[in-house]
């Protein structure tokens, strides 16, 4: 008995031991746990596993910049050498790490806590206190921590575009700052990381994420470090509202087969299905017939006309409004899918683009009636109707993202506003000038209105909604119907959401991940065409951590750069190593300046039978490679590795793997079988 009394009471002595000292181990689920400290003083966190040695050093708890009383932008960390006070309270799962800088009169606390192998860090914006002149415009949270040094084993992972690795060594010096959801030639989704010899550390911004950004550090310093940590916009102008969204980032600590970028995707995607409503591909499909169908098919989209871009008159009017280019009329289209369907290329979904009056970009909000120069809506109808009779999808694109002032739906009342009042603007295209909408307006003014109208014409499958996904979430400063960035994405999800339940499914431009919830396709992840990654100096490796994440959960096309490639091209081939689906595009070169096209390297025209006979003949092996692999679309992405040089091999969730040889010759795999040259082998589950 007194022995057993000795043990409670050193068990509980350490307890407490541990509690003043800030550790606190949090048990998981599969036995694993963290050990973590934050120093009552500094405010500085370290923390490990318990079964891994790789501790995890943070600097400070955070950098800020802010505006004093004469407007003038300054920047300081959180420490004891620039005035800051740190008090340590215990709460229930961590502990509360309250900063205040008495001379600036700013209070900002961190919540730290911990499950399993997560460790969270939160600051909540209702306790931020702002009791001086001065005022917060951005906050760097755990700047570099847990940073490497040059010449240590591992990477960063940078969720840019499809993805990218950063090696510890051999970069310059510098700090690189990447949004996230701004475009997606930034980050599309809200996730980060580091690999440091066995262990890993997985970032994900679960709130907040809609002002945010990465700084990447490399070979910073005298210690020269290499780092990739999260920073928010708190203002973007001294008198504006404080970011109302809480600040919450979970670091995920990683050993064993999941400490890469391979396990940071996993991660995220087990987030996704258990915390943001995304559902994979599978469910959905099981009781979407529209998605199913889609989901094994050839995407082929067809632009039937366009006013000429770019044009003189940036503000039309009925009267100076020039006449729309007819690339393919609704008749046309009838011979397009005629063609496919005598030779054999009998399931494809097919995307109508500018059907609506004015053409492509021509009127927007209005779309409505049926533009008479390509049939009207009697031909329009009649064309539907044909395609679904030979067992085709036909789809409609629209937008809901610019206004021009040409159409009859024309007001400044729905427009997006800046900080001064006045209209934002957005590209010059064929309606003119045009100019963004507020999306909560344009969701309750014009899709709630026009979605069941499209539908109504006979259009059934994955409505595409132009924008959506490739532009980030942007304020709107308007008194009547103000928006946070916030708030921007969720009311782009509400229409996408609304051309589900309304035409059977959606598709948009991008893969910023803000819209997954409601998203079935994606025509781009990366931007090649105008910003490679392979061109940033701290980017060692491209991966598809993207495709890791929604393989399995979104249809998608890789990039802009592949539209319209061809088997045995290295863009095509890329398609096939990234899990991508092949894109079909007639008239996707539309600007008159030919060389400003972006739309791949070829286009496909229909100029008479013959050349039709012989494009549609050129995609016979692209359909045939789209049968051979489109269950794939159905499982997730297992794995990804390179096995030679110009070698990769990819691996689903079902055992199946895909190796993709990018050389002039035949590979020779080590099991015996040759991939041909520029080529791939799908291969089944290894025994």
Known sequence: MKNTLNRMITLVTAAATLAMAGILPAQGADGSA???TVNAETGRLTVSRTEDKTEWRGEWPAVLTYWDAAGKEHTQAITPKEGWKMERKQT?????LVCRQEALGFSVPLDLSAAGDVLTVCVRSADVTESGAARLKTLRLLRRFGAASEGDEGYLII??????????RDKKPAENWINVYQSICQCPMPIFGMVRGKSAVAGIITSGQFDARFCVSVNWGPQKQYAIDPGFTLRSFRDEKRLPDDIKVEYHFLTGSEANWMGLGKRYRQYNFARRAVRPLRERAATAPGLAYSAGVLEVRIRLGVKPVPHEIKEQTPENEPPMRVFCNFAHVRDIIDEFHRQGLARAEFCLVGWNRGGHDGRYPQVFPVEPALGGEKELRATIKHG??????MVAHDCYYGAYRIAEDWSEEYLRKDHDGSPQKGGVWGGGQSYNMCLTRACELFAKRDLPKIRALGFQG???????SIIGPRTCYDPKHPQTRQQDAEAATRILALAQKTIGGSQSEGSLDFTASALDRVLYVDCDKWLPLTKRPYVDTCVPLYEMVYHGVLLYNLSTEVVNSQPGE??????IEYGAMPLAYFYGHFLLDTSKNWLGKRDYRYDDAAGLKQTVTSLRRVYDDVEKLKHLQMEFLDGHRQIADEVFETTYSNGQRVVVNYRQQPYVLSSG?????CGWLLLEKKQ
Request: a negative charge.
């Open 462 to 468: 994955l409505h595409y909604s132009d924008v959506l």
């Open 159 to 168: 969720a840019q575009q499809s993805g990218a690795l950063c090696n510890f």
């Open 673 to 677: 079988e040759t991939v041909p040259a």
């Open 34 to 36: 963290l050990k973590w």
């Open 570 to 575: 290295a863009s095509y081939l890329r398609t």
């Open 388 to 393: 679904q009779s030979l067992g085709y999808q």
């Open 92 to 96: 229930e799962h961590g502990c509360q």
